[in-house]
């Protein structure tokens, strides 16, 4: 029941740059709510890793960086390591109905 | 530092009840709205519900509304969940976290806990 849609999977060398896409509608991102973003490593609680769009909380390496147009909002991952394998996902408010706060559907990394 | 702690996950029968807590410490519990977030086995992050700052708004998602019920106690420093009418599907690991933002529309959730697990089952 997700409304914010991700890819399954992306995945790439160590030292590559990935990018994990985040697709809404005109109820959730495209209305102009920011677009937050998670990084959950297996067997752990969801950490935030991008808030506001752009921002990076304290502690969180530059590699991280996030961008929001339009309807979609994306993620990208410079310089990939081993440690940066773990689920991401996206999080955003949605206006529809009594309104609420939705994920994306989760994308695994994977470092090859 | 920030820490959350959820308590209270375990095995219920469908149609059976669960009261979830989460201690909060390292920072001024009444600061900030509290929010539930659940994760069913092999699946994606799902919003259950938020309480603001002061206890009196409270938000649900459309799939528990009417079942479950949010609260807090800012004299001790402690969120609820009472889960009733409980169905298979509500089987997840339940996370309590710290909404941050200015407004209702900016929120995110910048602390969690470590999770309690709840599973419904006969």
């Known amino acids: 029941q997700s409304v914010l849609t991700q890819p399954p999977s992306v995945s790439g060398a160590p030292g590559q740059r990935v990018t994990i896409s985040c697709t809404g509608s005109s109820s959730n991102i495209g209305t102009g709510y920011d677009v937050h973003w998670y990084q959950q490593l297996p067997g752990t609680a969801p950490k935030l890793l991008i808030y506001?769009?752009?921002n990076r909380p304290s502690g969180v390496p530059d590699r991280f960086s996030g961008s929001k147009s339009g309807t979609s909002a994306s993620l990208a991952i410079t310089g990939l390591q081993a440690e940066d394998e773990a689920d991401y996902y996206c999080?955003?408010?949605?206006?529809?109905?009594?309104?609420?706060?939705?994920f994306g559907t989760g994308t695994k990394v994977t470092v090859l | 530092e920030v820490h959350l702690l959820e308590s209270g996950g375990g095995l219920v029968q469908p149609g059976g009840s669960l009261r979830l807590s989460c201690a909060a410490s390292?920072?001024?519990?009444?600061?900030?709205?509290v929010s539930w977030v659940r994760q069913g086995p092999g699946k994606g992050l799902e919003w259950v519900s938020t309480?603001?700052?002061?206890?009196?708004?409270?938000y649900y998602a459309d799939s528990v509304k009417g079942r479950f019920t949010i609260s807090r106690d800012n004299s001790k420093n402690t969120l609820y969940l009472q889960m009733n009418s409980l169905r298979a599907e509500d089987t997840a690991v339940y996370y309590c976290?710290?909404?941050?933002?200015?407004?209702?529309?900016?929120?995110?959730?910048?602390?969690w806990g470590q999770g309690t697990l709840a599973t419904v089952s006969s």
């Open positions: 309480v603001s700052n002061g206890g009196g708004s409270t």
């Open positions: 390292g920072f001024t519990f009444s600061c900030c709205a």
């Open positions: 999080q955003s408010y949605d206006s529809s109905l009594s309104g609420s706060y939705v």
């Open positions: 506001g769009n752009t």
């Open positions: 976290a710290r909404n941050s933002g200015i407004n209702r529309g900016e929120w995110f959730f910048d602390y």
